[in-house]
């Protein structure tokens, strides 16, 4: 088993910057890819970003070049850096870690840019 903790989300003016954290714990997986989707309401899940266990990174084509993915493999902790925010991406975030037979998922955190 995989546990997940995210932290990080709240309140945030456009243009302003937050950094989500995710915690694991648990079972530890030698090939895997740890991420971030978020959920707007009457909106689905969309990938926000992922990496890869050999530190292959993907992002979407909306987050590009404004948010940045990483990880701390000796602390078990994976992040996630958003700058330059937008009303539209105001969502919850949840965090994810996908191994060859499962996916775990966090319980997510509320970011939301607005003025």
């Known amino acids: 088993q995989v546990q997940l903790v995210e932290s990080g989300g709240g309140l945030v003016q456009p243009g302003g910057s937050l950094r989500l954290s995710c915690a694991r714990s648990?079972?530890?997986?030698?090939?895997?890819?740890m991420g971030w989707f978020r959920q707007a309401p009457g909106k689905q899940r969309e990938l926000v970003a992922a990496?890869?266990?050999?530190?292959?990174?993907n992002y979407a084509d909306s987050v590009k070049g404004r948010f940045t993915i990483s990880r701390d493999n000796a602390e078990n902790m994976m992040y996630l850096q958003m700058n330059s925010l937008k009303p539209e991406d105001t969502a919850t975030y949840l965090c994810?870690?996908?191994?060859?037979?499962?996916?775990?998922w966090g319980q997510g955190t509320q970011v939301t840019v607005s003025s």
């Open positions: 990496i890869t266990s050999d530190g292959r990174t």
């Open positions: 648990g079972s530890t997986f030698s090939i895997y890819t």
């Open positions: 994810y870690y996908r191994t060859a037979s499962n996916d775990y």
